[in-house]
Structure formats: structure tokens, C-alpha cells
């Protein structure tokens, strides 16, 4: 398979009782004590929601067979940070794009990309993330789904 010059972030999330809302964050088993939501690159010809849809269920486990919540929020992220210069010395940078999606139960099953993931409030999930990319995503869901421009 041939790496697609692009990169995926999917926040899972829940509504609670009362309708509280937590998010899903994951602690990176290759960068200890960095904190992301799902994310990965595309393979092949998948577009960003084919690969958010098999990045979600490889990295956890969730399946789904609706809709993901297409997010606003973009990033562009050097190629060094990913996996160098495959796609040639001229390509610099990737996109970042970024997917929500409702899970109606708390079971993740992590894969071996992560030591651990927590199911955390807005506030908990923002100071946790370690960069600014899932920050600005998790602020933009949160918004989307409360109104709460916190």
C-alpha cells in the first residue's frame, strides 16, 4: 500500500446523563505523555473519510456505518513530522483533516498505537491534547455540539 499525502484526526465522542459530553483522547505509545485524538494517514485512493472511517476502527475498534461529522478545522503538517519526503523534495507539507463521530457506549478497544485512552470532559480533553491542530478541532466540535464558545 502507498502512503496517500494526507493525514486524518477523528475525535470519538459520547453525550451522557444529563447530556454531558466527553471526549475520547489517546495516549501515544511512540511519543510518551502526548496526548491525540485518532489519527493517521490515508493509503492508496481513499479519500480522508474512507481513511478516518478505517483509521477510527484500526486505532479503537469503533465501527460505524453513518455519517462522520466533517469538521471546519484544518491543519497543514510538515512531512518531516509524518514520514519525510516521500511524495518528493517540493512537497513541504500535508493536510490535516479533521472527523467527529457519536459513539453510544464507552468501549474502545486500543490498538498497539496507544498505551491508554480516558473519556474526558471539554475543558479536561483541551488541556491534555499536546497539539495545537487536535486543540483547534476539539474547540470546534465543542462548539458545534454546545454552543459554548469556552
Sequence with gaps: MARAPFQILVFPFLKTNGNTIKYAVFQRRDLPGSWQAIAGGGEDNETPEEAARRELYEESGIEISG???????????????????QWGPDVLTIPEYCFAVEVLNRNIKISGEH????????????????????????WELNYRLTGNPA
Design 67 to 85: 455519517d462522520l461529522i466533517k469538521l471546519d478545522s484544518m491543519a497543514m503538517i510538515p512531512v518531516v513530522h509524518i514520514c519525510g519526503f
Design 115 to 138: 498505551t491508554e485512552f480516558e473519556w474526558l470532559n471539554y475543558t479536561e480533553a483541551a488541556k491534555r491534547l499536546t497539539w495545537d491542530s487536535n486543540k483547534n478541532a476539539l
